[in-house]
């Protein structure tokens, strides 16, 4: 197992966020983890990530125990994370933000590879190399937060809402990348609102409710599941 | 009235493009001849025929003084609040801990009796600054939010209540006879003196200059970029791999360090030193005087720090409608910061990065390389 989260709680303070959750992400598997708002989606991301401290339980990279280890030291194991709220920075170029997602990467021939492969994915981002973060539209944004945190050629992709604000075809697009990322060997963890599409597209997907997981399956299965159907499909 | 600011900004871009684009002989002329500028500065000969620009209350050279250290300061300080964006309330303090130690080891005021030479203890004294910065970051550049603020402010009033109140640090009384940097002219008097600033004003010209190329180095390698990214989202500079705790204590401890030699400087110079010179005030007037003349940006720094302190000493002797303008320095200051936050809230000279990030998506923004 590439991931392995068994039992982590989180705490906000006295709130308690996730509750002794566990879940396994394979090599080369997309994962998807699908929740109302307020579930812990985002917190499971952020304890992953080493952005918050968990209060118990392990979280397991490649066989080694990574629950203590600090977020930067996760970043050079292969982890990264393209954050919710896209957290581009805002005074640096297209370019600049991209660089500073290779940021723990030394290799120079590869990190102009990983360049030239994101703004072929994202043509959009090439066309606007110059432009500050700041200043791109909320779907550029987006685009960049993904690209950025492939930039780091990780391992494993924690993507958290990459879909969020992004116009119907947008949506489609990105899940279309998504999985050619996928395909192309990158292990993704992916958090969506947009269940439907999520789902259709994962491997596997856990729903997480205040803080449990409450099911477990393969993607289809999920998407045919009657109960996901009516809580996070719109369908009745 | 906003499109004459427009502009005066858009003018301003424009000489900030014909800067930029100009070829890079030119640069290293105009450069080379505004260091030569204020080399010649402190000579009588020279700043005589500068019209209003010497100030009449007050002598020239030892303003110059006065002014290269809080433009050396202010160098400083940008590390921490302008490139790492980390709010130092206290800076002072620091400055404090390197003259007090200078003074301590050196005055033969001191209940050490150390009597060490001034050269000898400037590494000593800079080497505690730094460790007194290490020791107020340690703890609390962990911490997200104001903390820092509090914390060093908090340190400034430490250091100044000990100096004001501990027989060890002497008090009002202070240290006296703290010696000066070596150094003879070929007539046998020394170089570095009370009566003559000019040789302390140099030494700090030169200091500012080689602290200048040195941050502009960091500035442009993987350390800058990764202070750049902590300033802009510190959450996500911890998940491109930034170590950002290490980069924050660095940007701390570096500019603590500056501070430390500033200090030193000041106490050889003014061979005093007591409890006196280190009013809080002076560390809002750095801060101020930062982000007035553009937080992020080295000559938005050096500009703001000379621009404050010479404009502080230039209302000496100028009487408005029978006041002396002097007594109202810090009135006018606080003015001037207030309409140039609603205006020009990026400073005088800002950060192309950092005026994007003000500007946000008020305006198509380029940066470029
Ligand atoms: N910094 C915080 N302090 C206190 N409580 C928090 C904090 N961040 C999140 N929470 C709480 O933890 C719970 C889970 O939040 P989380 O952001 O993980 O939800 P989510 O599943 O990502 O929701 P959404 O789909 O809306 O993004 C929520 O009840 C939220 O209010
Ligand atoms: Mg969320």
Redesign the pocket.
Known sequence: MLLEIEDVSLL??R?Q?LHGISLTVAEGEIVALI????????????AISGIRPIATGSIRFEGEDISKLRADLRVRRGLCQAP?GRGIFPGMSVLENLDMGAYTRRDRAGIAEDLARVLDLFPRLAERRKQAGGTLSGGEQQMLAVGRALMSRPKLLLL??PSMGLAPMLIQQIFDIIKEINEQGTTVLL?E?NAQQALARAHRAYV?ET?KIVKTGTGAELLHDPAVKEAYLGVA | MTTVLERVRSGREAAGERWRGAPRWVRWALLVAVIAFFYALPNREFYQYLGPIPTPGANFTQVLFTVSIYVLLAVGLNIVVGFAGLLDLGYFGFFAVGAYTVAVLTSPSSNLKTLWPWLLVVPLAIGLTMLSGVMLGTPTLRLRGDYLAIVTLGFAEMIRIAAVSSEFLKGQRGFNQIPHPPGKYADGKPFFGVLDARPYYWLVLTLIILVVIGVRNLTHSRVGRAWISIREDEDAAQLMGVPTFKFKLWAFASGAAIAGLAGALFAGKQNFVNSQNFELLNSIIILAAVIFGGSGNIVGAIVGGGLVAYMIERFRGIELFGVELYEYRFLIFGLVLVVMMIFRPEGLIPNRRRAAEFKDRRKEVIVGE
């Open positions: 906000y303070g709130i966020a929740g109302a708002n307020g579930a812990g989606k985002s917190t499971t991301m952020r919710e958290d809402e958090v609102q997480l803080g």
